[in-house]
């Protein structure tokens, strides 16, 4: 389905102060709804530039006060009423950063209040559910303490996960402007979140701005006029002046060449001083950005508020003895020339006589300069709105709308497919091109298409690593149909560059990403090899900083020629499924491996020795999928990342069902003790664990014994779970649902062998409400049911039964099932937690 937005794109920028970032909002056609800024002389400044429709829309006030909120709220219903929007489209939140330090534990109570302001946004965000919502603040924002609703401290990135992240995908990562148009090295966190309804199509990740190579003072203000005199003002731009200062200082910085620092003069009285009772005393020298003076050749300068201060940070211009001027600063901070710090017409200021200039600087200057020293740089703002707005000329399908187009237009046929895709790839977003070709592709070879979504390429962004090099390879070892390149390109878009190799055994399904990389904004530093051939078997003459992809998860029958291959270079040579042998290939080659595989690699004894291979390694991060990986398809997925350069430390549990991260120690999660790992081990689970006797029992399940062989009367009685009661107490009848087999059919069943055994106990498969029952003599049980037997010399007293079916036992085997909904039949290793109480 095409999504069909709002025919009125909208937004609403708390914090907003002079409004610069989200004039980049205005400038995509997008309408404010309301701006909220405490301090009114700035949001004058937006009134200024008719930022608002509606006078209403500029909201002065406190927003932690009801009031300023109720009128928040109020703009939001009217815009609904009278412009007829559904969805407000965009939130942009810039609360102040002061107080956010994580140095500082002991904050003073206004400070606590401050971070208040985070919470207070995110509870907006909440009420007004838009379709995206941004956050920018300080590079420790994320890490920063805040106080919750709840009343508890907690990480900001916690708070916003917990109350947001069930309804938006959220990414976060520290941007440098400098990297992304800007003339101004000032790094920042950017959060964007994109509620889950458009999540498949569109990813928080793709919205951050494209990097750009940096842009140099000279390319951005080199060409504005010289100001040599104290006092002077560009005869045609009132924002281009030399501001003063006292005239003895400028001796201090006359003879700087570029880059060099007053401090560093040999003539004492040309270094920044005072003089006291007739002698010099040389000013303290807090840093080294003070009274240095600026290079024309590189980057400009982090913009701080007092940059009219020749004593502030980095404020000296590379040939002029001032601070840098207002347009100067707008240059570098990307502030297009029609924005307006006055209601009164730049012509009409540029027209007055120098006097007047000079009284209206002094007025306004100092307040423009601070919020300069404020503001975000209008390209990122106005580059996450442009993108948000290309989305929605796109037309964006569903997965079911996607096979029904396949089947229309019969795109199973490699020619229509390709045909189709090239005539359509500017009608359709990448996303379901992606997802037209893989489905179709699958189709063609009769495949299980595991396509990877947006959602789910998002959380894995999250946790991939920085590599600080150069230069650096990357290898997609199953590319498909591309699903992982954008975020590879956008991760690691600032590094001088990036070399990508893309494997994929099917030379149309490579001729076919062609097609697709062709119309993504690919980098001039990314460099994209395609690689023809099976990963499996292909000779790799280089090792990589990070290998990422989604195997096949398909398992090879013992007369496949290929299975001997590839066991025999594996140290797990006793699976049959790829994704295994994919994994173990890829940690030969890669000191970083980032790869989506079936959950129940954490726990199943055909896994046993690749979870030895990985424990050797550092396991980084566990996301755990569940089942919301893959839509329509019943397997749970994580992605597991390893650092296979270095030791166990921690490791990051992230779980998308549960909605909760734990940092967990790898060797606590990957415990000996324990048949296979428990990636949700807690305290709890250690205090029940204590209370018991574990691996005291064996287990059976039946797998011969099939409804074709049941019916509603016969000899022997089969006993499925549902008819063991919630106490395991007794056998219940229930009609309609009892079953029984003959004898006959039965006696050749590996089951019959427990036929006349009541020493051995049933519990149910696949449930998180375990139970134990003394089995009936004379009964069997069909694979819904597995036969416990304790082993040699052990005995079950009636309080160690009944413990199995308590609320505590069962929130510990949830955990001791690491929450599966799939994998949850009773086999060899998870008969472990079957364990017998300690009876004191």
Not at 347 to 355: D, G, V
Not at 664 to 686: A, E, L, N, S
Request: aromatic share 10%.
């Amino acid at each position: 389905m095409k999504f069909k937005p709002d025919k009125i794109f909208t937004y609403i920028s708390l914090f907003s102060s002079a409004g610069v970032g989200c004039y980049g909002f205005k400038m995509n056609g997008f309408e404010c709804i309301a701006t909220n800024e405490i301090i009114e002389r700035r949001l004058n400044v937006q009134k200024f530039n008719h930022k608002c429709k509606y006078d209403s829309g500029y909201i002065c006030g406190d927003i932690t006060d009801k009031v300023t909120k109720d009128h928040l709220f109020r703009e939001v219903n009217r815009w609904t009423r009278t412009e007829n929007i559904n969805n407000v489209t965009v939130v942009i939140a810039t609360p102040p950063c002061q107080g956010m330090s994580v140095a500082n534990h002991k904050k003073a109570e206004n400070e606590i209040i401050r971070n208040s302001l985070v919470i207070e946004s995110i509870k907006i965000i909440e009420e007004i559910n838009p379709l995206f919502f941004i956050f920018e603040n300080v590079p420790a924002f994320m890490k920063t303490v805040c106080t919750d609703t709840d009343k508890n401290e907690k990480p900001i990135s916690q708070a916003i996960d917990q109350h947001l992240s069930e309804r938006y995908s959220i990414y976060s990562q520290v941007i440098n402007f400098k990297d992304y148009g800007a003339c101004s090295s000032r790094s920042r966190t950017v959060v964007i979140g994109v509620r889950r309804d458009i999540a498949d199509f569109v990813s928080p990740f793709e919205l951050f701005p494209d990097f750009k190579p940096e842009r140099t003072l000279r390319e951005v203000i080199g060409n504005m006029p010289s100001l040599k005199q104290f006092g002077e003002i560009s005869t045609d731009d009132i924002y281009h002046s030399f501001r003063t200062y006292p005239e003895h200082m400028r001796s201090w910085i006359s003879d700087l060449k570029e880059g060099e620092s007053a401090f560093d003069q040999e003539d004492i009285n040309k270094i920044p001083h005072r003089v006291e009772n007739g002698k010099i005393v040389i000013n303290q020298r807090k840093n080294g950005d003070k009274y240095r003076r600026q290079l024309w050749d590189k980057v400009g300068p982090c913009i701080h508020t007092r940059n009219d201060q020749l004593a502030s940070q980095n404020t000296i211009h590379p040939v002029d003895d001032r601070v840098f001027s207002i347009r100067e600063l707008m240059r570098m901070m990307t502030i297009p020339d029609s924005f307006r710090w006055s209601d009164i017409p730049e012509e009409t200021l540029n027209s007055l006589p120098l006097e007047k200039k000079r009284a209206f600087l002094k007025k306004e200057e100092i307040k423009i300069r601070q919020c300069l020293g404020e503001a975000v740089p209008t390209v990122i703002f106005e580059s996450i709105a442009r993108k948000i707005r290309f989305f929605f000329l796109k037309d964006h399908l569903n997965d079911v709308e996607v096979h029904h187009l396949i089947d229309a237009e019969n795109l199973s046929e490699l020619s229509n497919l390709r045909s189709f895709l090239s005539e359509k790839l500017e009608t359709y977003g990448v996303s379901t091109i992606s997802k037209i070709a893989e489905y179709a592709n699958a189709k063609r070879e009769r495949n299980a298409a595991f396509f990877t979504d947006k959602m789910i390429t998002t959380e894995i962004a999250k946790y991939l690593p920085n590599i600080d090099k150069e230069e650096i390879h990357i290898l997609e070892p199953s590319v498909g149909t591309g699903n992982f390149l954008p975020i590879i390109i956008k991760k690691y878009a600032t590094i001088k560059k990036v070399v990508i190799d893309v494997v994929d055994i099917d030379h149309d399904v490579i001729d076919i990403l062609k097609l697709i990389v062709s119309q993504m904004s690919v980098p001039e530093n990314i460099f994209i090899n395609y690689i023809n051939d099976d990963f499996l078997l292909h000779k790799f003459n280089k090792h990589y900083d990070l290998i990422i992809g989604n195997p096949p998860f398909n398992k090879l029958g013992s007369s496949d020629k290929k299975l001997k291959i590839y066991r025999s270079q594996c140290f797990n040579s006793a699976t049959t499924n790829t994704f295994s042998f994919f994994l173990e290939k890829a940690i030969s080659l890669s000191d970083y491996v980032s790869m989506i595989v079936p959950k129940f690699l954490l726990n199943t004894p055909e896994f046993r020795k690749t979870r030895e291979l990985l424990e050797a390694k550092r396991i980084e991060a566990i996301i755990d999928f569940g089942e919301k990986g893959f839509k329509g398809v019943l397997v749970e997925t994580i992605c597991i990342n390893i650092n296979t350069a270095e030791n166990a430390a921690e490791t990051i549990v992230r779980s998308i069902t549960e909605n909760k991260v734990m940092i967990q120690k790898q060797k606590y999660i990957c415990d000996q003790k324990y048949p296979y790992w428990i990636i949700y081990r807690d305290d709890f689970f250690d205090s029940i664990s204590k209370k018991m006797n574990f691996d005291v029992f064996t287990v059976f399940r039946d797998r011969q014994i099939t409804n074709r062989m049941l019916s509603e009367k016969g000899d022997i009685r089969v006993i499925k779970s549902r008819n063991i009661n919630d106490l395991g107490t007794e056998i219940v009848p229930i009609a309609g649902y009892d079953s029984y087999i003959s004898k006959e059919e039965a006696q050749n069943l590996s089951v019959f062998s427990f036929y006349s055994d009541s020493s051995v106990y049933l519990t149910p498969n696949m449930t998180y409400k375990p139970r134990l029952i003394e089995k009936p003599a004379n009964t069997l049980v069909n694979g819904s049911v597995a036969i416990l037997t304790l082993k040699k010399g052990l005995s079950l007293t009636e309080k160690q039964r009944a413990f199995f079916s308590t609320d505590e036992y069962r929130a510990f085997y949830k955990i001791a099932r690491n929450y599966q909904t799939r994998s949850l039949n009773v086999d060899s290793n998870s008969v472990f937690f079957f364990g017998l109480l300690r009876e004191v």
